[in-house]
T-cell receptor, first 111, second 112 residues
């Protein structure tokens, strides 16, 4: 069956370190993959999109990699700050209009 | 541009009652999505509109759920005969052409 897996356990890191979040998927052939941030009680906010023919995408302190052979995306936040504490959602699109979201990983950055 | 808005933000209802939620997308976004999200889970796709046409509806949606988008502007999601299992956050998102979705703040439904 189709599945998207993100670390269910929260990730705790120290301020200034690099946070790395993982998104694995099975039985999908996504045309693109997105990462969203969600704060408690709010809707998700788009961060980055990477297409199947791209290996890496960067935006300020954020970096996303996409390995269609491993069926995995890694999301990095460098020089992390307490304000980066949130839930980060991975989302797959198959090229149509439907987007499938993972359950998200909670990130806590300690000062 | 004020973003996607949803109304109400919170709704408490008794089991068996009908509820209706409204979503106002970003103007000129022709794509509109509804999702349901429960605690600890990601948004779960419910339905999709392109302009006024409902192009897909999740099989997870029972006959008690219906959505409309008259004139391709705002959208409503109605749940009839609510059940406790319907308690969740209902999220609306809109999108111009492309894949990025802009989410509203959500409507939190509690069925007692």
């Amino acid at each position: 069956s189709q599945k998207i897996e993100q670390n269910s356990e929260a990730l705790n890191i120290q301020e200034g370190k690099t946070a790395t979040l993982t998104c694995n998927y099975t039985n999908y052939s996504p045309a693109y993959l997105q990462w969203y941030r969600q704060d408690p009680g709010r809707g998700p906010v788009f961060l980055l999109l990477i297409r199947e023919n791209e290996k890496e995408k960067r935006k300020e302190r954020l970096k996303v990699t996409f390995d269609t052979t491993l069926k995995q995306s890694l999301f990095h936040i460098t020089a992390s700050q307490p304000a980066d504490s949130a839930t980060y959602l991975c989302a797959l699109g198959t090229g149509g209009f439907k987007t499938i979201f993972g359950a998200g990983t909670r990130l806590f950055v300690k000062a | 541009d004020t973003g996607v808005s949803q109304d109400p933000r919170h709704k408490i209802t008794k089991r068996g009652q009908n509820v209706t939620f409204r979503c106002d997308p970003i103007s000129e976004h022709n794509r509109l999505y509804w999702y349901r999200q429960t605690l600890g889970q990601g948004p779960e796709f419910l339905t999709y509109f392109q302009n006024e046409a409902q192009l897909e509806k999740s099989r997870l949606l029972s006959d008690r759920f219906s959505a409309e988008r008259p004139k391709g502007s705002f959208s409503t999601l109605e749940i009839q005969r609510t059940e406790q299992g319907d308690s969740a956050m209902y999220l609306c998102a809109s999108s111009p052409k492309g894949f990025v979705q802009y989410f509203g703040p959500g409507t939190r439904l509690t069925v007692t």
